[in-house]
């Protein structure tokens, strides 16, 4: 799934995905290339706030994801299976919900589950910090901070590439 965009913008960003070395993956905009994570701090649904550069020298999975949106609970049993086989490895999976009301981000992290931090991005600056408007959208950080791949949507099987991407920066 792509952002919406012109037709011509489309294909740039096709192109760009074609490109290897970019360690860009599935599908991105542009904006999102491989670069500083951009420094942010949220409030989590446990009630404490959480900095994202404070949390330098582990590898960082952010998932932006919303409760009305279907692909979003599909993949969170994935995203929990990962969060636990790999947290003692040195990685961190940030749950970054942008529901206006805190109390759905609140109410389905608990129904479903979710161990990983469930971050409330209410305003939804830090989504517009990371230029993402696709549900779900998972960004990887390495240890040093730099984003690596960025996935918008989600698809049966891309925990599959999300496992792959998070074993190689757990290497590194």
């Given at each position: 799934m792509l952002n919406r965009q012109p037709p011509g913008r489309r294909r740039a960003v096709l192109a760009l995905m074609a490109l290897p070395t970019l360690g860009v993956?599935?599908?991105a905009d542009a904006?999102?290339?491989p670069g500083p994570a951009p420094d942010f701090t949220l409030h989590s649904v446990a009630g404490s706030n959480l900095r994202l550069k404070e949390q330098r020298g582990q590898?960082?999975?952010l998932n932006f994801w919303a409760t009305w949106c279907g692909p979003c609970r599909e993949e969170m049993p994935h995203l929990n299976r990962?969060?636990?086989k790999y947290r003692g490895s040195g990685f961190l999976l940030l749950g970054v919900n942008v529901d206006e009301d805190v109390r759905n981000a609140a109410g389905t992290s608990s129904r479903m589950g979710?161990?990983?931090p469930v971050l409330l991005d209410?305003?939804?600056k830090v989504s517009r910090l990371y230029h993402l408007d696709t549900m779900p959208s998972t960004v990887l950080i390495d240890r040093d901070g730099r984003v690596r791949y960025v996935h918008?949507?989600?698809k049966g099987g891309y925990e599959e590439t999300y496992e792959k991407q998070i074993r190689e920066l757990?290497?590194?």
């Open positions: 993956g599935l599908a904006a999102l290339l590898v960082i999975l990962l969060y636990e979710l161990r990983f209410t305003d939804k918008l949507g989600y757990l290497r590194e």
